[in-house]
């Protein structure tokens, strides 16, 4: 169900507060590295209510989040989940995992 029938994705965050992308940038490597799972990361350091769930966001249509998350998401030419990011918005600084986009 959408509004336009645009474009959708679903997708996982990880959202910490705009000066703390040092914190981020560690977060992201240990996610690389295998440390830690992407979802475990979301649930220790996301100040989103979507931590709890792993940072699940389900699934959505472009336009529905702000214009820089949506462009990491929908423009990204990296494969299904990657990690991406750091992405700056208005509400901090986001790790993102898409895992899945389709029409």
Not at 31 to 46: K, L, M
Not at 51 to 78: C, I, T, Y
């Amino acid at each position: 169900f959408g509004i336009g029938g645009g474009p959708k994705a679903r997708a996982s965050h990880i959202l910490v507060d705009s000066g703390d992308s040092e914190r981020l940038a560690k977060i992201q490597a240990e996610i690389a590295a295998g440390t830690i799972s992407f979802a475990e990361a979301a649930r220790q350091n996301s100040k989103c209510p979507s931590g709890a769930r792993g940072g699940d966001l389900g699934e959505f249509q472009r336009g529905q989040m702000v214009p820089q998350f949506d462009r990491a998401v929908f423009d990204s030419e990296e494969p299904l989940g990657t990690v991406l990011g750091p992405v700056r918005t208005d509400f901090g600084w986001h790790l993102i995992k898409v895992e899945s986009l389709g029409a």
